[in-house]
């Protein structure tokens, strides 16, 4: 709720209030300090930019002609260079996929509207700071999900162990990402500790997997046909399932629906919690690793069965317990 009155003061205010009293309230929100005056000036300059860019957006979704809106957020003094730190997904690391695909069948029914935050099988929004640690927020997030939904069991799990200890398994550091198979793969061979005996902090670190404090492990996971259809079936039967983005309309993304097609490829990993429509508009329900104050509660919505926008169907995977 108050996100939403934010976001609402925002929309109002983005006009009436000067910049520097938006930049004065910005710092002080997102506890924003600077080195030096000059960097000050020059994170100011970016912001002013940021803001005419949402000013410019919102006056369009308010007069119809676009379906989400943007709001000032954490990445609101950062350029888009700076933002790719906030990815991580090596797409192009992604395996054969032969072995591990699943189809559900053309007659399985998927329910209508499934929301897997309202049915405890998600375990909320984190936080992956300025790392590039999507795969493994996305990883844990169907994780987590398969084990409340299958051992009724919900204990934050571990991202921390795969960004130090999954190098083997093909994934690489916070500059260069990981792919979320990968990490069903080590997990499938070591097991899984909790995210309280391996905490998360925002650097690659020497590897402190201890085996005795692993709590869960998988057989393996399988991954799904590109297709809208084998992804509702799955989010609708499953639980969260873990997909790839392309992350291009997420940056200063407020709340809505995004229905705007992406140009550039899939480079971020999310968690889908859910679909349904709303104003008699389809959309997935993703869980982003932003933190809450990003975003819709840190939540995004994107238009679903709209020719797989953004790429959302074209990497999805998710666990067997
Ligand atoms: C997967 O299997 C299909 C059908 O058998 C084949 O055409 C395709 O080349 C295979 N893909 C890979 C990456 O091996
Ligand atoms: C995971 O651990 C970190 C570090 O202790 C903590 O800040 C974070 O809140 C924990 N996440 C969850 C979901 O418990």
């Known amino acids: 709720m108050k996100l939403f009155a934010l976001i609402a003061a925002v929309l109002v205010t983005v006009n009436a209030s000067t910049d520097k009293d938006q930049w004065v309230a910005f710092k002080q929100t997102h506890g924003k300090t600077y080195k030096s005056l000059l960097e000050e000036r020059t994170r100011f300059g970016i912001f002013q930019n940021n803001l005419r860019t949402i000013e410019k957006h919102n006056a369009k979704y308010e007069k119809g002609e676009e379906t989400y809106y943007m709001g000032v957020n954490r990445f ?9 730190h906030m990815l991580g997904l090596q797409a192009e690391a992604r395996p054969n996929l032969n072995a591990t695909l699943h189809v559900f069948p053309e007659e399985l029914e998927a329910p209508k509207f499934v929301d897997w935050t309202q049915e405890g099988a998600d375990l909320g929004v984190k936080d992956q700071g300025h790392c590039g640690s999507c795969w493994a927020f996305s ?122 097609r992406c140009i550039k490829d899939l480079d ?54």
């Open 76 to 84: 609101a003094d950062m350029t888009v260079e700076e933002f790719k």
């Open 139 to 260: 990883v844990i997030g169907s994780l987590e999900g398969q084990n409340a939904i299958q051992h009724k069991v919900k204990i934050p799990l571990s991202e921390k162990q795969l960004l130090d200890c999954s190098e083997s398994y093909g994934n690489r550091n916070c500059e260069e990402g990981g792919f979320i198979t990968n990490a069903f793969n080590y997990i499938k061979d070591k097991g899984i500790e909790s995210n309280s005996s391996y905490p998360y902090f925002d650097r690659k670190a020497t590897c402190k997997y201890d085996a005795s404090k692993t709590i869960l492990k998988i057989k393996g996971f399988k991954e799904l046909r590109a297709s809208e259809m084998q992804l509702k079936k799955a989010v609708g039967t499953i639980g969260p399932i873990s997909v790839a983005v392309s992350s291009e309309h997420l940056r200063l993304y407020g709340g809505g629906v995004i229905t705007t």
């Open 268 to 321: 971020h990993a999310v968690l889908a919690v859910g679909y349904g429509s709303e104003n008699g508009r389809k959309y997935w329900k993703i869980r982003n690793s932003w933190g809450k104050t990003w975003g819709d509660h840190g939540y995004f919505k994107l238009a679903r069965d709209a020719g797989n926008l953004c790429g959302v169907a074209s990497m999805a995977s998710y666990p067997l317990l």
